[in-house]
């Protein structure tokens, strides 16, 4: 459910991005959801379709892309995208991609 909070800030977040440019329309939102954020897009879609009505991103398009995880090792600097990859140094593993929740694109008019 914490879908609905996070779609209703990305919304505000657009509407807002559009007054600031003196844009008419919002065409397309771009979305950059990691793989690991917990947000599921199925329903961020659901909502959005439902927030927009009545708003300058009343006719926009919802896009997502997908972030793989990639975990670094502290102690020799590789990256792996699973624990199950994670080499034999035993240092633990520090996130550094895959748990991102991004605005990347809002095309307006």
């Known amino acids: 459910m914490h879908e609905f909070?996070?779609?209703?800030?990305?919304?505000?977040?657009?509407?807002?991005?559009?007054?600031?440019?003196?844009?008419?329309?919002?065409?397309?939102?771009?979305?950059?959801?990691?793989?690991?954020?917990?947000?599921?897009?199925?329903?961020v879609q659901f909502y959005f379709e439902q927030l927009k009505k009545g708003t300058v991103a009343e006719d926009a398009?919802?896009?997502?892309?997908?972030?793989?995880?990639?975990i670094r090792c502290p102690k020799c600097g590789r990256q792996f995208s699973s624990l199950e990859e994670m080499c034999d140094c035993n240092a633990g593993g520090e996130i550094v991609g895959g748990?991102?929740?991004?605005?990347?694109?809002i095309e307006i008019e």
Do not use: Y
């Not at 398009?61 to 990639?70: A, E, G, S």
């Not at 748990?99 to 694109?105: A, F, K, M, Q, Y």
């Open 99 to 105: 748990d991102e929740l991004l605005i990347e694109v």
């Open 61 to 70: 398009r919802l896009d997502f892309k997908r972030i793989p995880l990639q």
């Open 5 to 43: 909070a996070i779609t209703r800030s990305l919304l505000a977040e657009v509407v807002r991005a559009a007054k600031e440019n003196n844009a008419h329309r919002v065409h397309r939102v771009k979305i950059l959801i990691g793989e690991k954020s917990a947000v599921v897009p199925e329903c």
